[in-house]
């Protein structure tokens, strides 16, 4: 029975490939499916960890003070609804108050792109 294995826009697609010529698997098939299906686990309990910490009182702290500092405006476009905070690039959960530089202020829109 073949297994179904989601990839998460194809970031696990490179590695198969890599694994798959470097490693030596005694039943290749299950091995890749088995370490596969804990990359996608592990992938999806880091999101869901995510989410909870966008929901912290900490993180309303930080979106409040980026939106001042963006005078409530896409910082791309300059559109003034649906605001989203960004990271530009990612720093250690509950420092983003000192890494303010990391984060830039987006509409829904541009934020989107950026993830595109």
Same mark, same amino acid.
Not at 20 to 37: K, S, V
Not at 44 to 70: G, M, N, P
């Given at each position: 029975? #073949? &297994?179904?294995?989601? =990839?998460?826009?194809?970031?696990?697609?490179? !590695?198969?490939?890599?694994?798959?010529?470097?490693? =030596?698997?005694?039943?290749?098939?299950?091995?890749?499916?088995?370490?596969?299906?804990? &990359?996608? /686990?592990?992938?999806?309990?880091? *999101?869901? #960890?995510?989410?909870? =910490?966008?929901?912290?009182? !900490?993180? #309303? &702290?930080?979106?409040?003070?980026?939106?001042?500092?963006?005078?409530?405006?896409?910082? /791309?476009?300059?559109?003034? #609804?649906?605001?989203?905070?960004?990271? &530009?690039? !990612?720093?250690?959960?509950?420092?983003?108050?000192?890494?303010? @530089?990391?984060? /830039?202020?987006?509409?829904? *829109?541009? @934020?989107?792109?950026? @993830?595109?």
């Amino acid at each position: 029975m #073949s &297994k179904h294995v989601n =990839y998460r826009y194809g970031e696990w697609e490179n !590695y198969l490939w890599n694994f798959r010529e470097n490693e =030596y698997l005694e039943d290749p098939d299950t091995d890749i499916h088995e370490l596969l299906a804990t &990359k996608a /686990q592990g992938a999806a309990d880091r *999101q869901e #960890s995510y989410d909870h =910490y966008l929901e912290t009182e !900490y993180w #309303s &702290k930080v979106q409040a003070k980026a939106l001042v500092a963006a005078n409530f405006q896409c910082q /791309q476009c300059s559109s003034t #609804s649906k605001l989203q905070v960004h990271h &530009k690039k !990612y720093c250690k959960r509950f420092t983003e108050l000192e890494n303010m @530089h990391l984060l /830039q202020v987006l509409c829904k *829109q541009c @934020h989107d792109s950026e @993830h595109s």
